[in-house]
């Protein structure tokens, strides 16, 4: 059932009265009329936006939904599907919120009615694979694929040259990232690829990425960094690297990063750090070094670590937390707290 009136209550001392106009209205007014509500959500006509969130539904709400709508919501519902045809009927749409339904696949065609469509979130659905082409029809710039079941990314869902500045693809099963995609989406500023299964980023994948600021790693599988992984990317701000495997580091990983606030590497596998390695990252934020939960091993390996933390201390969060975990007889103790002798760095 549709509704005429979507602001104040039905029942009233003119209860007939408007009862009959809301009759009227239906009757006369289609599904894409203006004033016109899909049941079960919220419409709010001053800004052009539907919300359907938390509700029995179990299709797209196409009846009653008002053409001109702008916004629209539909999350934590029972919707399996969504065509071309059901998005074709709101032509001026530009941000479309689909998290927590029950997806499990696109259409290559599904965008082909909304061209003004900037903002696609799909997350929390069960999409395991999409079709070539299907980001191809709308000039989106934001893209949240997060919390599915996706195994693979795929350089063909992209056109070339996308206009895409944030991609979301974090909480699915990715083992890697080909860099024919990345290099199709030059205008990106974040990605975010945490919570993946990630083993290796190929070494010139990133190169594309010019304008990209903030890249998420944390919590895959990552081994090595290969030295020039960074080569391209000198506006990057914040990076995280929390939570994989990493045991050590190039020297020449963090060149050219002269404008990073932001890093983590903590919970690695980091017994020591390359000389050089920090020595270029002066744009570093209070605290914006992350180094805890690392075996540090403290003996002449560790000395450049050392020294850099006794000279930018305020840069590290939690300096005092960066422990040993050996040798046996230093295991537990703050690294800020050995001395020349107890590292054997006395000539």
Same mark, same amino acid.
């Given at each position: ?8 209550? @039905? ?16 009757? +006369? ?110 000039? +989106?710039?934001? +893209? ?46 974040? +990605? ?65 990063? /002269?404008? @990073? ?19 270029? @990252? ?5 605290? /914006? ?59």
């Amino acid at each position: 059932m549709t509704r005429c009136l979507t602001d104040g209550p @039905l029942f009233s001392d003119t209860m007939a009265p408007r009862l009959l106009l809301v009759l009227l209205c239906s009757t +006369l007014l289609g599904p894409g009329a203006t004033g016109a509500c899909p049941a079960l959500c919220r419409c709010y006509p001053r800004r052009a936006e539907v919300v359907c969130a938390g509700v029995p539904l179990t299709e797209f709400p196409s009846e009653g939904l008002p053409a001109n709508t702008t916004m629209l919501t539909i999350q934590h519902t029972n919707i399996s599907a969504i065509s071309e045809l059901q998005l074709s009927a709101t032509p001026l749409l530009e941000g479309l919120h689909l998290y927590g339904n029950h997806l499990r696949s696109l259409s290559p065609d599904v965008l082909r009615g909304v061209p003004r469509l900037h903002t696609l979130d799909l997350t929390g659905n069960r999409l395991a694979d999409l079709p070539a082409g299907v980001f191809g029809h709308a000039a +989106l710039t934001t +893209l949240v694929l997060k919390n599915n079941l996706m195994e693979a990314a795929k350089a063909e869902w992209f056109p070339d040259h996308s206009s895409l500045t944030w991609v979301d693809l974090s909480g699915n099963r990715l083992t890697g990232l080909p860099t024919a995609l990345l290099h199709k989406l030059p205008h990106l500023e974040s +990605l975010d690829l945490s919570h993946n299964r990630l083993e290796k980023i190929q070494a010139k994948s990133l190169d594309a990425l010019v304008k990209l600021e903030r890249l998420n790693l944390q919590r895959n599988k990552l081994v090595r960094l290969e030295p020039a992984l960074f080569q391209h990317t000198a506006n990057i701000t914040n990076l995280y690297l929390t939570g994989n495997r990493l045991e050590t580091l190039p020297p020449s990983l963090f060149q050219g990063l /002269g404008r @990073l606030k932001v890093l983590g590497l903590e919970e690695n596998q980091l017994g020591y750090l390359p000389p050089g390695l920090l020595d270029q @990252l002066s744009s570093l934020d209070e605290e /914006g070094l992350d180094l805890t939960a690392n075996p540090w091993s403290c003996d002449q390996k560790v000395e450049y670590l050392w020294r850099w933390l006794q000279k930018n201390k305020g840069k590290a969060f939690l300096a005092d937390t960066v422990r040993c975990a050996a040798p046996p007889p230093l295991a537990g103790r703050s690294l800020l707290s050995l001395t020349e002798s107890e590292l054997n760095l006395e000539s």
